[in-house]
């Protein structure tokens, strides 16, 4: 552990700095703010990194509030997008905060505050010291949905003793796929701790519906068959897709863009690319409405992508093209659109290795590929496309283990049977 705490000493002015400009986080981050109070029941503490990793674990909470009436959930993440994300839900009986920074002091007042019963870490989210202060009381972490890729075990490999430690606090660990499952083990986790794979994102709930006065006031602006989206796109990938774009809407000029960056800040330098290409565009957050002509609309604002995959007949799902490990394709799906990735999709390898090898989506590798789909791909083979799948990615639902033995281990690990009893409420 003495590298970490090394490390945590270096990071220190880094954090500090961090607090000054979340103005009003800075509590939260020492691990104030803690519960109001009331009746005292289960409480599960579920840390996810932002509004990804909250995504997959959507049906988890709800699932967990379904079957313990009285349990009560803290959830944190790490960013203030996260946060507003996940209170969104609206979801009694659950707290959302920014999580504590992994200094003692401050996850020694979070849990002496909310006196957790478990801490469930989702995907990657490995944090020494939380695991610590958690082991220290006895109580259980579970690491789901846990993602680990070749070049995250070569990293952690060289740290052993940082990672050993670690893997001996966890209690139980479901990886996303059996490569994931097989490096923790290598790692040092207990093999009896390993549950079966399982896929949070799999067992997600069904499509958002989108707000339908904005689809209104936007779908005459958008045909659906003429409409590519560019969903959650990284630094790197916005050129690639608007470089395609262009070329393809040289040809057809009723094609439009539907441009959501991962990050809403980068608005500006992606605004400086479209004036580049000469494409007439339109900026959400800034309130300007779509025209006749509006050839690329950016996307540039947060809770609404529910709205944009239910405008577009394609989607190219970002993170792809750069080596992020690509982003969910079950949304898209949901929303009946074809899905166009890039070759970086570690994230999803199980369920994107399926779709492609039926047609149901289409691997690209640049701008050019991008082209060449949005000439290709026409009305009837976005419904195809869609149509399989939709198919594919129901069996694998089917097929999976879903939530009950995570449940089931949450349950036996905090002594509460009720998590076993499936129940019908839907806590939406």
Excluded at 219 to 241: I, Q, W, Y
Excluded at 247 to 256: D, I, M, Q, T
């Amino acid at each position: 552990m003495l590298p970490y705490r090394i490390f945590l000493a270096f990071a220190a002015p880094a954090f500090a700095w961090r607090l000054v400009r979340e103005r009003g986080a800075a509590a939260e981050r020492l691990g104030g703010h803690g519960p109001a109070g009331g009746a005292r029941g289960p409480v599960i503490w579920l840390h996810a990194a932002s509004n990804g990793e909250l995504a997959s674990a959507r049906a988890l909470i709800g699932a967990i509030l379904d079957r313990l009436p009285g349990a009560r959930m803290v959830v944190t993440c790490n960013t203030l997008t996260g946060r507003d994300f996940a209170r969104g839900w609206g979801l009694d009986r659950v707290a959302v905060r920014l999580a504590p920074l992994d200094y003692h002091a401050t996850l020694r007042r979070f849990i002496a505050a909310w006196q957790p019963d478990a801490l469930i870490l989702v995907e990657s989210e490995l944090w020494p010291n939380r695991l610590a202060e958690m082991a220290a009381r006895g109580r259980p972490v579970l690491v789901l949905g846990a993602r680990m890729s070749e070049r995250s075990f070569a990293r952690w490999a060289r740290l052993p003793g940082l990672v050993r430690p670690m893997m001996g606090r966890i209690s139980y660990l479901s990886a996303q796929d059996a490569g994931a499952r097989a490096r923790f083990v290598a790692l040092g986790l207990d093999e009896a701790k390993a549950g079966p794979v399982v896929d949070l994102k799999s067992a997600a709930r069904p499509a958002a519906a989108p707000d339908p006065d904005a689809r209104a006031a936007l779908a005459p602006h958008f045909p659906r068959a003429e409409t590519l989206l560019a969903a959650s796109t990284h630094e790197g990938e916005d050129r690639e897709v608007l470089t395609g774009f262009a070329k393809a809407h040289a040809a057809r000029p009723e094609l439009r863009l539907i441009l959501a960056p991962r990050h809403p800040r980068r608005a500006p330098e992606i605004a400086a690319q479209i004036a580049r290409l000469r494409l007439p565009f339109a900026t959400r957050s800034r309130g300007e409405a779509p025209g006749h002509d509006t050839a690329v609309y950016l996307a540039d604002t947060m809770g609404e992508m529910a709205l944009w995959y239910d405008l577009a007949g394609i989607t190219f799902v970002g993170g792809s093209l750069v080596d992020r490990g690509g982003h969910t394709p079950y949304e898209p799906a949901g929303h009946g659109s074809a899905i166009l990735h890039g070759p970086h999709v570690a994230n999803f390898a199980g369920v994107y290795a399926a779709l492609d090898a039926d047609g149901a989506a289409r691997p690209v590798a640049g701008a050019d590929d991008i082209a060449r789909a949005l000439d290709q791909i026409d009305e009837n083979a976005q419904a195809a496309m869609a149509a399989r799948a939709t198919r594919i990615i129901a069996a694998q639902q089917q097929a999976g283990a879903g939530l009950d033995p995570l449940l089931a281990a949450l349950g036996r690990l905090i002594g509460e049977p009720g998590l076993t009893a499936t129940k019908g409420t839907d806590h939406g």
